[in-house]
Nanobody
Framework: QVQLVESGGGLVQAGGFLRLSCAAS????????MGWFRQAPGKEREFVAT????????YYADSVKGRFTISRDNAKNTVYLQMNSLKPEDTAVYYC??????????????????WGQGTQVTVSS
């Protein structure tokens, strides 16, 4: 089993930045694709970013492209999401996810079988 724990969320003003971390334990995720999703109040969980097992490939939702950067450190079993130029519409609970089914980038919710508990990101205007 894989346990994922997110950290780094908080309250920030529009235009600011945050860096989310996702630490995996229980098993190495070095051969797993990893992703970040988010869920705003009253909305469905949506894809944000994904990274391949070696970090060579990344893919982003259009809404965050150019502002967010996903990265990973397999030696630390950790994935990161650098979020710059934050907007109020980025306010959501952010979830880290791991896919044992894919080593390549994937934006499909169903491809991920391990999820963290989420970390709140609030962007004030």
């Amino acid at each position: 089993q894989v346990q994922l724990v997110e950290s780094g969320g908080g309250l920030v003003q529009a235009g600011g930045f945050l860096r989310l971390s996702c630490a995996a334990s229980g098993r190495t995720v070095s051969r797993y694709a990893m992703g970040w999703f988010r869920q705003a109040p009253g909305k469905e969980r949506e894809f944000v970013a994904t990274i391949s097992w070696r970090g060579a490939s990344t893919y982003y939702a259009d809404s965050v492209k150019g502002r967010f950067t996903i990265s990973r450190d397999n030696a630390k079993n950790t994935v990161y999401l650098q979020m710059n130029s934050l907007k109020p519409e980025d306010t959501a609970v952010y979830y880290c996810a791991a896919s044992s089914k894919s080593m390549s980038i994937t934006s499909s919710y169903g491809a991920y079988d391990y999820w963290g508990q989420g970390t709140q990101v609030t962007v004030s205007s």
